[in-house]
């Protein structure tokens, strides 16, 4: 069966309720205090109750015996029923008269205890033995007295249980409010933990009492040391990238107008052409490094424009045919009344170029060319490539996307980059705000990036 989860409306209400419980340290802490208190409590009446059961024979017995031998002696012998209503009526006790002449009770419509009757029910403190006929007194003509307290205050004990019940909801609902307030430190730590994970480090996690903190305030303050330690390595990583790939660019530059000066002849051509794919890719790899530090850094800005998706796709077809001689046969699948886009022009051609580029070097001979669908709902726009190829192994589908993965397995040297076009596909949706997912289409790989791009009004329009 399938595990249930809290957030599951179709999760039975029971369930969700333990889930939530196990996963809550606020109630676990609530039902540890609890569970606490009750202990106490029941440890220190049983205590209390043990000592004076112990204490009873030495202390109260003696007492209790002087004092119903002499609520004998006012019943008088033989018993007086008017002195035994007298003293009901004084105090809180039941009398119960049974003899020769007079069988009378105070009150009979209460059961008589259990004790009496020699059953195992509940049972008085001092009934041990001899003590057993402590509240009883026989007269000098045969009639036998039976004494019993009559506490007329128990007749209230629904009303106790229900106030006894309310306060302790009070009191729990006190002390969950409490430990709520005490531990409301830990979804601010959250929430910065979800922030520094997404590379947003401008807002620190709030410390209470900064002056002073507690242990979750010291935790806090050790999370934002290194989140801002995190942040300066990355920036010091960003920096380095910039820098080395502006100081590369002169010398790959001259590198290029050297290669070209060589001598034009039929011996240097092969190795002159083979230098300059080289330094072109070298160029191009440099290009596509500063490209992603732009993306990947948190201000990145767009130049939105509007645009054409199906002419730009068309355009980056036709750069392509150079490269590819199989990238005229791509047809761009769009509706005839697919609106002009608010985008980023440059960041689309780019996007569009690594898909379709992509998608013809992995395409096999004989095989279908890629198709590109461009597609418009819900105020999103949608572009799906897909190839006709080997396609990639399902474990490597999570990490295409990453920064120089290649998986080798499928996607060979030959035909492959340096693992760079897809991640930067991944950066310009981002940067959008859509998502780039892969799959296998088997055959083949299928690109799908979703731009959620809501149409701006015409203000042209009639």
């Given at each position: 069966?399938?595990?249930?989860?809290?957030?599951?409306?179709?999760?039975?209400?029971?369930?969700?309720?333990?889930?939530?419980?196990?996963?809550?340290?606020?109630?676990?802490?609530?039902?540890?205090?609890?569970?606490?208190?009750?202990?106490?409590?029941?440890?220190?009446?049983?205590?209390?109750?043990?000592?004076?059961?112990?204490?009873?024979?030495?202390?109260?017995?003696?007492?209790?015996?002087?004092?119903?031998?002499?609520?004998?002696?006012?019943?008088?012998?033989?018993?007086?029923?008017?002195?035994?209503?007298a003293l009901v009526q004084r105090l809180p006790i039941t009398i119960r008269i049974e003899g020769p002449q007079v069988n009378?009770?105070?009150?009979?419509?209460?059961?008589?205890?259990?004790?009496?009757?020699?059953?195992?029910?509940?049972?008085?403190?001092?009934?041990?033995?001899?003590?057993?006929?402590?509240?009883?007194?026989?007269?000098?003509?045969?009639?036998?007295?039976?004494?019993?307290?009559?506490?007329?205050?128990?007749?209230?004990?629904?009303?106790?249980?229900?106030?006894?019940?309310?306060?302790?909801?009070?009191?729990?609902?006190?002390?969950?409010?409490?430990?709520?307030?005490?531990?409301?430190?830990?979804?601010?730590?959250?929430?910065?933990?979800?922030?520094?994970?997404?590379?947003?480090f401008d807002q620190p996690i709030p410390v209470r009492h900064a002056h002073k903190p507690d242990e979750l305030g010291q935790l806090a303050a050790t999370i934002n040391t290194m989140g801002s330690d995190i942040h300066q390595m990355l920036e010091a990583k960003r920096a380095l990238l910039l820098a080395l790939s502006h100081e590369l660019r002169s010398p790959l530059t001259r590198?290029?107008?050297?290669?070209?000066?060589?001598?034009?002849?039929?011996?240097?051509?092969?190795?002159?052409?083979?230098?300059?794919?080289?330094?072109?890719?070298?160029?191009?790899?440099?290009?596509?490094?500063?490209?992603?530090?732009?993306?990947?850094?948190?201000?990145?800005?767009?130049?939105?424009?509007?645009?054409?998706?199906?002419?730009?796709?068309?355009?980056?077809?036709?750069?392509?045919?150079?490269?590819?001689?199989?990238?005229?046969?791509?047809?761009?699948?769009?509706?005839?009344?697919?609106?002009a886009l608010p985008l980023d022009r440059a960041r689309m051609r780019l996007l569009l170029r690594n898909l379709l580029d992509n998608s013809l070097r992995h395409s096999e001979p004989g095989t279908p060319p890629p198709e590109l669908h461009l597609r418009w709902q819900d105020e999103a726009v949608e572009i799906v490539v897909r190839d006709h190829g080997p396609g990639v192994p399902p474990e490597h589908l999570a990490q295409l996307a990453q920064a120089f993965y290649r998986p080798d397995s499928a996607r060979q040297r030959a035909t492959g980059g340096v693992g760079l076009g897809l991640y930067l596909c991944r950066l310009v949706a981002q940067a959008h705000g859509g998502s780039l997912a892969l799959r296998n289409a088997q055959p083949g790989l299928e690109a799908r990036v979703v731009l959620p791009v809501p149409v701006e009004p015409d203000p042209h329009a009639a």
């Open positions: 069966m399938k595990p249930c989860r809290d957030d599951d409306p179709h999760c039975p209400w029971h369930q969700r309720a333990r889930l939530a419980l196990r996963r809550s340290l606020r109630w676990r802490l609530v039902l540890v205090f609890l569970v606490l208190a009750l202990a106490l409590a029941v440890t220190f009446i049983g205590g209390v109750q043990k000592a004076l059961s112990v204490g009873w024979r030495a202390a109260a017995r003696p007492l209790l015996v002087d004092y119903v031998d002499r609520l004998a002696q006012e019943v008088g012998s033989p018993p007086s029923i008017a002195r035994a209503q009378w009770a105070s009150h009979p419509a209460l059961p008589r205890p259990a004790w009496v009757n020699g059953s195992t029910g509940r049972e008085p403190p001092w009934r041990n033995g001899d003590d057993q006929n402590l509240l009883r007194r026989t007269t000098a003509d045969g009639h036998r007295l039976e004494f019993g307290l009559h506490v007329l205050g128990w007749e209230q004990r629904p009303r106790i249980a229900w106030v006894t019940l309310g306060a302790l909801l009070l009191l729990t609902a006190l002390a969950y409010l409490y430990v709520r307030r005490l531990l409301r430190p830990l979804d601010d730590i959250r929430a910065g933990a979800l922030r520094f994970g997404a590379g947003a590198a290029r107008l050297n290669a070209e000066l060589l001598p034009d002849s039929a011996e240097a051509q092969a190795p002159r052409q083979a230098l300059l794919r080289d330094l072109g890719e070298m160029a191009r790899v440099i290009t596509d490094l500063l490209e992603s530090e732009r993306l990947a850094a948190p201000h990145a800005a767009l130049h939105r424009e509007p645009v054409d998706l199906a002419a730009l796709a068309r355009e980056v077809i036709a750069e392509l045919g150079d490269r590819h001689p199989g990238a005229a046969a791509i047809r761009v699948q769009a509706p005839s009344a697919l609106p």
